[in-house]
């Protein structure tokens, strides 16, 4: 056998490598699928949609032009989701956030989940036969819509999104 074989076989079985040459395989299988998940996202003006909160306060969408928000449609059922939804309740303190339970059950179920886990129901919205998200085009979630100031769809993520990148997005939308 020759020294580089032999080399590139001892390379191989080194951890770090190996795990290194995965995570990178991972990764490039997340873009090449990123633009599936995405769909046929909207991608211009905010419909006009009225939408209920958990807590029964009704509002328009077009009635939240001048600021910044976040329209985060989220799954119960979705482990990303879970991993990510402290840091949309942190956003939730600076930031307008509409949190849109697609798909997770009735209001009941999801207002449970909202208190077992130390959700604000004052931002959530059930989208409980997941019309919204169609409306929105999304195919996967966690799904995010940026709004900015003039009420235009600012910046669009679906899948696992940092908070401080949303962060990031919604100080740029409010500009």
Known sequence: MSPTVDYLRRLWRNKWINNSLWLLVFFVLYLLLRPMMQGDVLREKVPDIQLTSLNGDRFQLRDLQGEAVLIHFWASWCPICTF?????EHLAQDYRVISIATQSGDNATVAQYAAEHG?????????E???LFQHFGARAVP?????????EIAFVEVGLSSSWGLRSRLWWANQ
Request: charged share 25%.
């Open 143 to 151: 799904a995010d819509f940026i709004i900015n100031r003039q009420g």
């Open 129 to 131: 036969d997941g019309a």
């Open 84 to 88: 990510s939804r402290d840091g949309i």
């Open 119 to 127: 959700m604000n129901p004052a931002w959530i919205v059930n989208d």
